[in-house]
């Protein structure tokens, strides 16, 4: 690529971006598919309609910038929605291209119902396609500004969002990755190549150039205890009535506890 692609945005509409986003396309559709609820929340990526295969009545898509179109802007680490109220929420790079994404993924955890999901979608940095992005940061140094990926955001690794994902209570319950092919601009080169999606995912899985994970809000239930300072209570002896075989009564204490 012979000039730098500032943002995701522009770079969608590359070869390279369009072959992602159609990756992204199906592992969403997918995902999304069968989670029932009411309430369903898209950050950022207005390219890519992640909801499209959902079927709740109310689905939004929210944007941090006020030149994407969509149904209103927020802030992604402060959303306009109370706790336990959206059953989905979906964030197509939002993690990567937010300023505190250890935040917005927070808010993302407040605002899911108990058991509501979340999906993910990034780039690895352990990719063919991560390690021409750390290429040609090294080769910038020295004058040559050939950045294959946008430069804008930060990638976040599968371990690292699997531990923030865990520190948060969002348990992994899939995760995919895709794109193996080479970090190539031409459309010619990335087909002639396209054999490599098949034989990525059998001999190299985790080298995938983007990653979609799917996590579970879980809430585990707590059981009430007496604490151990408080004092056993003492229930004082009273006389009842038991009836014996022969269909008399006669009085019996109940010895104290």
């Given at each position: 690529?012979?000039?730098?692609?500032?943002?995701?945005?522009?770079?969608?509409?590359?070869?390279?971006?369009?072959?992602?986003?159609?990756?992204?396309?199906?592992?969403?559709?997918?995902?999304?598919?069968?989670?029932?609820g009411?309430h369903a929340?898209?950050?950022?990526?207005?390219?890519?309609?992640?909801?499209?295969?959902?079927?709740?009545?109310?689905?939004?898509?929210?944007?941090?910038?006020?030149?994407?179109?969509?149904?209103f802007?927020t802030?992604?680490?402060?959303?306009?929605?109370?706790?336990?109220?959206?059953?989905?929420?979906?964030?197509?790079?939002?993690?990567?291209?937010?300023?505190?994404p250890?935040?917005?993924?927070?808010?993302?955890?407040?605002?899911?119902v108990?058991?509501?999901?979340?999906?993910?979608?990034?780039?690895?940095?352990?990719?063919?396609?991560?390690?021409?992005?750390?290429?040609?940061?090294?080769?910038?140094?020295?004058?040559?500004?050939?950045?294959?990926?946008?430069?804008?955001?930060?990638?976040?690794?599968?371990?690292?969002?699997?531990?923030?994902?865990?520190?948060?209570?969002?348990?992994?319950?899939?995760?995919?990755?895709?794109?193996?092919?080479?970090?190539?601009?031409?459309?010619?080169?990335?087909?002639?190549?396209?054999?490599?999606?098949?034989?990525g995912?059998?001999?190299?899985?985790?080298l995938?150039?983007v990653?979609?994970?799917?996590?579970?809000?879980?809430?585990?239930s707590?059981?009430?205890?007496?604490?151990?300072?408080?004092?056993?209570?003492?229930?004082?002896?009273?006389?009842?009535?038991?009836?014996?075989?022969?269909?008399?009564?006669?009085?019996?204490?109940?010895?104290?506890?």
């Amino acid at each position: 690529m012979g000039e730098q692609i500032i943002g995701l945005h522009e770079w969608l509409a590359t070869p390279p971006g369009a072959y992602m986003l159609e990756w992204e396309r199906q592992q969403m559709a997918s995902a999304v598919a069968d989670v029932f609820g009411f309430h369903a929340l898209q950050l950022g990526l207005p390219e890519l309609d992640a909801l499209a295969a959902n079927r709740m009545p109310h689905r939004w898509l929210a944007t941090e910038s006020p030149h994407e179109k969509a149904a209103f802007m927020t802030n992604f680490s402060a959303l306009p929605f109370p706790a336990n109220s959206l059953d989905l929420v979906v964030l197509p790079h939002a993690l990567e291209l937010t300023a505190d994404p250890h935040a917005a993924l927070r808010e993302v955890a407040r605002v899911l119902v108990p058991e509501g999901r979340v999906v993910i979608c990034g780039l690895n940095p352990m990719s063919l396609w991560g390690f021409r992005q750390q290429r040609a940061h090294l080769y910038r140094r020295f004058g040559c500004n050939r950045m294959f990926l946008p430069e804008a955001g930060e990638f976040i690794g599968y371990l690292r969002m699997r531990d923030w994902l865990r520190l948060l209570g969002l348990d992994i319950e899939s995760g995919h990755f895709g794109c193996y092919r080479p970090a190539m601009a031409s459309p010619k080169w990335l087909a002639r190549f396209a054999w490599m999606d098949q034989a990525g995912a059998r001999w190299w899985p985790i080298l995938g150039a983007v990653y979609c994970l799917v996590a579970v809000k879980r809430v585990h239930s707590m059981t009430l205890l007496n604490p151990a300072w408080k004092p056993a209570i003492r229930l004082a002896s009273a006389p009842v009535s038991v009836a014996n075989s022969a269909g008399s009564t006669r009085a019996r204490g109940i010895k104290s506890l």
